[in-house]
């Protein structure tokens, strides 16, 4: 194979290329028994699992590792992503045997502290969001969505109304939004932002007639802006028979500063992993928990978790009568436990004093910027931002120089690039979030070779149509990716999708 | 506090360019709806110590399978973790990097994606895989909503040996009205009656194989008859390591393929974070959930990856996307496709072998126990007993001896009083012959 390394850059060619059927890494005994009792379906086949030596193998995982940008290595500003420190503590308690290697479907006697960890965290959260339930077990955000609609659902069901199929969702909403009330047969309709960033409440009141089942509103939204109508539009939909759900993925805005149960919102999503910093490990495991106002608390999914005057235990069957009214089981056992013990520990790091000061610095963080760049970027709405600050692309008017560009060359300054086209209200959407575990240091840094490239602009387009230039790989084809869709590797290098 | 990294004078300084005297400043309108800055009933920040402290004296509460005897399974399943696995995840660049949406920046990760996604097409001896889902079960979900949408019918058909969280998963996951799910909790230890179930209406029939209680099918013939009728067949594993001794799903004639991957590289964790297996036929490529991962070239014509086919997704469709999915199990992921890699073809097989031997020689020593019998014609590494006395009271009575036996059935089917006496056991090649004496020896003293 041709040597084209340089320096610390190492190519890697694939598994299957440099794997072999005969290699291990792993010592097995050899078994020994004669007769199998698998059956009419037993096959000794040949799978094609290619295996590599254990320092192999770490070579391998670590070059692939090298090619990747990560938090420990840089700011991460991707908008609405909350790319923040990850503490190590946390994954030290997270592989505490007595939570790793504790079994889902263990006698509950023997589960007690997993249990009452549960407990704790859902205490927290209630807590911290003014809330008066929560679910632990969505596995995401997107399956906190699904919870919180389905309750919702559930609760329009018990009342009836079944005609209540409409769900207003603002254009800047994350696009899971839509797509979970269209899952559970909603019919969706898109509200637009007014020229402040806001949703726009006369459209939004309009919309509301007797098919009305729900809003689905982000708070902050995907601007990086507060709602400020928020309890005017919760009593509207109340008034109007309605539900509130709230997406919670920029809690980290608010958490320890103000409470969405203060808000008249009747169910929210907490992502742990962007808000109570669990990693995000290259596209998850996440966690979604849900916390619900006391209109649809009942309809809660199954597991509940309960104590008795001594013992915690679970409600997990579909027929136990203190779940009759459940909308069913989102996933099988009980949620992302090992989530919940990163979370906990967080927050008890942090504790109530820490975790305001987390927003006020996420707050504080993203209007540092916003002011330091408003002169050379420009910024989508007038006012101060949230946790995180929205640019459109009018700055870039005239020199050539699209978003994506401007992303790109960033890269080869050594940054992530920010959230790009996102959200759609806002034409060549930059969303920055910087978070509040970035030093000021960073954050000039950052922003001066912002104003750099942002300067550079006016000199042409060539230098950002070509960039980047110093990473693994260039731009590469993505239209040529899902036109001929090469999805695994095969032996003869071909494969064709129909 | 440790993880914030502004002082006091840094954070006047900035304010000072923001133009405001006070951070409540900027939540001002804020204030004017609500207070801000509420009290709350919760303690102050901690020492690392502390935390550490509270957390495991919780830890130490639980019996877990490395100070107990440990024989459950039912969907998660004890393994040794090569140690180089969790070494390799917790790299910086894979466990604090974002999903992979700037490709130059992120080909480590959809490299191992890629390979990922090769890995499970190989095990499942189907054409093609995502990166991942959150669980088999929400995987067995999504396949059940893929089935609606490629057959354009509603009915499902389930059988009945399926593990019934996973049941009730699907059922509210995939939307399935009462009418159309047929799903029958009464335990047949045969699936031949599924032939007369499937009709003009049916738009799939999902069979776990090996099922919940531990036995396994052939299911070539019933892939063929449900096809017959325009219905999809679904296959579900939650045991990923018994695809190393048994026909591939694919080679059944599968259609889609759902698994749980936990088993590979990933502890048990009291039931999650896991990661669930998606594959299926090249045909239905366009229906699949998900993310997944692409070859493609740069513009020097050089070969790397990029997510693809997001015309599918709800970041691009909206309301039109095949799932509402976002963040999966890339970790988890991750650490299945090391595991894997360093098992190989031989590993892997032989991994396979052990458990199915260690199942077989806990199944001789337990039916040596008077009045235990084992209800399986087949098995991979877990079985049914059927006991003189209940299940649950069996169980308890074992873990007071630091034998964690296995799961009652009554625990996850508390309708039917057939099954009260049953007891699903699992053993792997973690489960030694001194485990296997300890465990009859308790059995015999609580029988």
Request: proline content about 4%; glycine content about 8%.
């Amino acid at each position: 194979m041709k040597n084209s390394n340089k320096g610390l850059n190492h190519d890697e060619p694939i598994l299957f290329e440099i794997g072999g059927m005969d290699k291990s890494g792993v010592d097995l005994n050899e078994p020994t028994f004669k007769e199998n009792f698998i059956g009419e379906c037993f096959e000794d086949r040949e799978i094609g699992l290619p295996g590599l030596s254990e320092p192999e193998s770490i070579r391998h995982y670590v070059r692939l590792s090298r090619k990747n940008y990560s938090i420990d290595a840089g700011l991460y500003p991707l908008g609405s992503c909350t790319m923040k420190h990850n503490p190590r503590l946390n994954e030290k308690l997270a592989r505490l045997k007595g939570f790793s290697e504790v079994h889902p479907l263990q006698p509950l006697s023997t589960c007690q502290g997993a249990l009452e960890l549960i407990d704790e965290i859902s205490i927290w959260l209630k807590e911290l969001t003014g809330m008066k339930a929560v679910t632990m077990t969505p596995k995401a955000g997107a399956q906190g969505e699904l919870c919180g609609m389905l309750a919702i659902k559930k609760a329009i069901e018990a009342r009836n109304e079944c005609n209540r199929t409409k769900v207003l969702v603002p254009d800047s909403a994350h696009g899971t939004n839509p797509a979970t009330a269209a899952f559970l047969g909603f019919d969706v309709v898109t509200i637009k932002s007014d020229k402040n960033g806001r949703l726009n409440f006369d459209d939004f009141k309009e919309n509301v007639d007797k098919d009305f089942a729900a809003a689905m509103i982000t708070n902050p939204n995907t601007c990086g802006l507060f709602e400020d109508d928020i309890i005017e539009i919760a009593n509207y939909i109340h008034d109007a028979g309605g539900y509130l759900y709230c997406d919670g993925a920029n809690f980290n805005a608010l958490v320890g500063k103000v409470r969405p149960g203060d808000l008249g919102i009747d169910a929210m999503h907490i992502n742990l992993h962007k808000t109570f910093s669990t990693p995000h490990g290259g596209g998850g495991p996440g966690s979604g928990p849900v916390v619900f106002s006391n209109i649809l608390k009942d309809f809660c999914p199954a597991p509940l978790l309960k104590k008795d005057e001594e013992n915690y235990y679970l409600v997990e069957n579909h027929n136990d009568k203190d779940i009759d009214k459940s909308f069913g089981r989102l996933c099988v056992f009980h949620g992302q436990m090992g989530m919940f013990v990163r979370a906990l520990s967080y927050m008890m790091s942090h504790g109530s004093d820490g975790l305001r000061q987390v927003s006020e610095d996420a707050v504080l963080n993203a209007n540092y910027i916003k002011s330091s760049l408003e002169d050379i970027l420009t910024p989508a709405y007038e006012g101060y931002c949230m946790h995180e600050v929205l640019f459109n692309d009018d700055f870039l008017s005239g020199t050539g120089v699209e978003t994506i560009d401007f992303a790109k060359a960033l890269i080869d300054k050594g940054y992530h690039p920010m959230t790009i086209y996102f959200p759609l209200v806002v034409h060549g959407a930059l969303l920055v979030e910087p978070t509040e575990t970035e030093s000021k240091n960073s954050i000039d840094q950052f922003i001066e070779t912002i104003r750099e490239l942002a300067s550079k602009t006016q000199d042409g387009e060539d230098f950002f149509k070509k960039a980047p230039i110093y990473t693994p790989i260039r731009r590469l084809d993505e239209t040529k990716a899902a036109r001929n869709p090469v999805l695994r590797w095969q032996k003869n290098d071909v494969i064709a999708a129909e | 506090m440790r993880y914030l990294p502004l002082t006091k004078n840094d954070r006047e300084e900035m304010l000072n360019t923001i133009g405001v005297n006070n951070i409540d400043e900027l939540f001002s309108n804020i204030a004017e709806k609500v207070s801000i800055n509420p009290k709350f009933d919760l303690p102050n920040h901690k020492t690392e110590m502390e935390v550490e402290k509270h957390l495991s004296l919780l830890s130490d509460k639980n019996l877990h399978a490395d100070n107990s005897n440990f024989f459950i399974g039912g969907g998660s399943y004890k393994h040794h973790i090569p140690a180089s696995v969790d070494h390799i995840i917790q790299r910086s660049e894979f466990l604090t990097s974002y999903t992979p949406y700037q490709p130059e920046i992120s080909q480590g990760t959809l490299q191992y994606l890629y390979e990922f996604q090769t890995q499970v097409s190989l095990l499942t001896g189907m054409d093609i895989s995502n990166a991942s889902m959150y669980d088999g079960s929400t995987a067995a979900a999504e396949a059940v909503s893929m089935a609606k949408r490629i057959t354009k019918r509603n009915e499902v058909i389930l059988s009945n040996t399926i593990h019934p969280h996973y049941a009730d998963v699907i059922k509210t996951v995939s939307g399935i009205k009462d009418s159309e799910f047929f799903y029958n909790r009464n335990f047949s230890i045969d699936i031949d009656y599924l032939f007369n179930e499937v009709d003009e209406n049916t738009a799939c029939v999902v069979v776990q194989n090996p099922d919940f209680f531990g036995s396994c099918y052939d299911l070539s013939s019933l892939a063929e008859f449900v096809q017959s009728k325009g219905a999809l067949l679904i296959v579900v594993v939650t045991e990923v390591l018994s695809l190393g001794m048994m026909k591939s799903p694919g080679a059944m004639g599968a259609d889609i393929v759902a698994c749980e991957g936990q088993s590979l590289g990933n502890p048990m964790n009291f039931g999650g974070p896991y990661v669930g297996l998606l594959s299926t036929k090249n045909k239905y490529l366009r229906q699949i959930p998900g993310r997944i991962v692409g070859e493609s070239e740069d513009v020097d014509g050089k070969k790397g990856f990029v997510l693809t086919l997001s015309a599918r997704e709800q970041h691009i469709r909206r309301e039109k996307a095949t799932s509402n999915i976002c963040t999966n199990s890339g970790l988890c992921s991750l650490a299945f496709t090391i595991h894997l890699t360093l098992l190989g073809e031989k590993g892997f097989k032989s991994l396979s072998r052990l458990n199915h031997e260690s199942a077989l020689n806990l199944k001789e020593k337990i039916l040596k126990i008077p009045e235990v019998k084992l209800l399986n014609k087949s098995f991979f590494n877990e079985f049914t007993i059927e006991l003189p006395i209940k299940g649950e009271v069996f169980v308890d009575r074992m873990a007071e001896k630091g034998v964690l036996a296995g799961i009652p059935v009554s625990r996850l089917i508390n309708n039917n009083k057939e099954l009260d006496n049953f007891v699903v056991v699992a053993s792997t090649e973690t489960n030694t012959e001194d485990d296997m004496n300890s465990y009859i020896e308790a059995a015999n003293e609580v029988l």
